[in-house]
């Protein structure tokens, strides 16, 4: 069974950093995807940014520049590094898994960590 524990979370100025981790253990194929989504009050979830095993990263437009995601193989963990905050980057950022295993795909996600950003 996948788990998927983040942490990191606060409430920060804008303008200020935070930085998420999210630890993956459990079986799971070494080819995957890690990433972040978030979901701000009222609105769909979303994809912020994801890194695949093999190194290959996609930003949402709306946190390029500003977003670093990474990953160490070796420990199953992804980040997040979150610079210049705003407060429309407040929500709930759930850390999500995605691999594929014969012809089955599957995609989880963790509890959720929330950041919060005053202005």
């Known amino acids: 069974q996948v788990q998927l524990v983040e942490s990191g979370g606060g409430l920060v100025q804008a303008g200020g950093s935070l930085r998420l981790s999210c630890a993956a253990s459990g079986r799971f194929a070494s080819d995957n995807t890690l990433g972040w989504d978030r979901q701000a009050a009222g609105k769909q979830r979303e994809s912020v940014a994801a890194?695949?095993?093999?190194?290959?990263?996609n930003y949402a437009d709306a946190v390029k520049g500003r977003f670093t995601i990474s990953r160490d193989n070796v420990k199953n963990t992804v980040y997040l590094q979150m610079n210049s905050l705003k407060p429309e980057d407040t929500g709930t950022y759930y850390c999500s898994l995605k691999y594929q295993e014969q012809i089955t795909e599957y995609e989880q996600w963790g509890q959720g960590t929330q950041v919060t950003v005053s202005s």
């Open positions: 890194v695949t095993s093999g190194g290959n990263i």
